[in-house]
């Protein structure tokens, strides 16, 4: 019983300390998310008049929406921009839907939050459907616990988990207008490599078997062993795996893995 008590105090305290900032509802609402790649890659863009962006209104939403994608898509940890944002700067950004979902999912604590209790309980249960409704009340649970998210209206709340919803769409994993429905994904061996290294960056663990992180490759973690302990990977990531203790050291550096997989 203490135990629980103390695993249950500590749920609590990290979800009162927890980050919580509007930018699921500005992501969610750019009027086009190639925006992003424009924002990252071109910032001396940024200081110009808001007619550079023709479908943004005004210069004060040009920088609120600079700020969001700043803080959304860009890491304190150097490591992960120097594996991800190679990839955003020279191809599309429907190519890369995924890396920035695990992007923005690593920056912003309420949308990797709305992911573990809403997304992918509903994806690994092999559910077809996932409502609104269903992350409401996931916000309106956390508004018990967490004194900034308190404050925010029933209003404010509908409206963040519909940008949600529509986030996980644009990052291509629900389709669908009034009914979202869920897309099952299946990386593709480059998306499932950087996928590695990432993990390697977000677990801090040097033991990566049980961690939150797995789900995000979209295998349950049996089938997520098998995967990584595939020989072709052998060339890009030494793994060491004695049953309960996995760990996984990347051979390139996180800089070099773009254009070590292009030259390949």
């Not at 089938?223 to 302990?229: A, G």
Request: charged share 25%; with cysteine; glycine share 2%.
């Amino acid at each position: 019983m203490f135990l629980y008590n103390l695993i249950l105090y500590i749920y609590e305290y990290l979800l009162f300390k927890m980050q919580i900032n509007s930018n699921i509802n500005i992501i969610g609402g750019l009027p086009e998310f190639n925006l992003i790649k424009t924002f990252l890659i071109k910032t001396e863009l940024q200081d110009k008049s808001h007619v550079e962006y023709s479908d943004i209104r005004t210069l004060k939403s040009v920088n609120r929406f600079k700020k969001a994608i700043t803080e959304s898509f860009t890491s304190s940890n150097e490591n992960l921009n120097q594996l991800i944002l190679p990839f955003i700067e020279k191809q599309s950004i429907e190519d890369n839907s995924y890396l920035l979902f695990l992007l923005f999912s690593f920056n912003n604590e309420l949308f990797r939050h709305l992911n573990n209790q809403v997304f992918f309980p509903v994806y690994y249960s092999g559910r077809r459907i996932i409502k609104k409704e269903e992350v409401e009340i996931c916000l309106k649970d956390l508004q018990k616990t967490n004194e900034k998210l308190g404050n925010w209206s029933d209003s404010t709340i509908t409206t963040t988990a519909s940008k949600y919803l529509t986030l996980l769409k644009k990052f291509g994993l629900l389709k669908g207008v009034q009914k979202k429905e869920i897309i099952y994904k299946n990386l593709s061996s480059e998306e499932f490599l950087v996928f590695i290294y990432f993990l390697s960056i977000a677990e801090e663990n040097s033991n990566k078997i049980h961690s939150e992180w797995i789900k995000y490759s979209f295998y349950e973690n049996e089938f997520f062993l098998q995967k990584v302990l595939e020989k072709q990977l052998i060339r890009y990531v030494e793994v060491q795996y004695n049953g309960d203790n996995l760990k996984i050291k990347p051979m390139i550096n996180y800089d070099k893995l773009y254009e070590t997989l292009k030259s390949s």
